[in-house]
């Protein structure tokens, strides 16, 4: 009864995985996470996700889920504004305005046969270029 909220998400994530669920459902679970927090999450979920767990994952943060998320479905007034892959998110006219410039080197880069996860933190951009040299 007295840990604190991150401390108990992450705990009800441990439960959930000690029972091997294979759907997960995080609704806005990253909100009022530390940095270093998200940063334990996001590595979580990129080995959740190479255990086959399904994860449904509600955010508004589009930057935290590029780096794990490879289809998306974007809700806009209520109605679906698009659902796809990722990678084609930004193509997609009318639905996001700012397309960010790290999001248009890794399409580049891909496109020249680099496989470059998806991700707006040049942190995480530049660990995948080293692992993709050697």
Excluded: H, W
């Excluded at 029972?19 to 979580?44: A, E, H, Q, T, W």
């Excluded at 990129?46 to 590029?66: A, Q, R």
């Excluded at 040049?122 to 995948?128: C, G, H, N, P």
């Amino acid at each position: 009864f007295e840990l604190s909220k991150t401390n108990f998400k992450f705990i009800l994530l441990a439960y959930l995985l000690l029972n091997n669920i294979k759907i997960i459902v995080f609704d806005y679970f990253d909100v009022g996470l530390p940095y270093k927090d998200r940063k334990r999450l996001y590595r979580i979920l990129k080995s959740m996700k190479k255990d086959g767990i399904t994860i449904i994952y509600i955010s508004k943060d589009l930057s935290y889920m590029s780096q794990f998320c490879d289809n998306v479905t974007v809700i806009s007034g209520g109605e679906v504004a698009y659902s796809g892959k990722l990678d084609e998110l930004y193509k997609e006219q009318n639905i996001l305005t700012d397309v960010p410039e790290i999001y248009e080197f890794v399409s580049l880069a891909n496109a020249k046969g680099a496989r470059l996860d998806y991700t707006l933190d040049s942190k995480e951009l530049l660990k995948d270029i080293y692992r993709s040299v050697y």
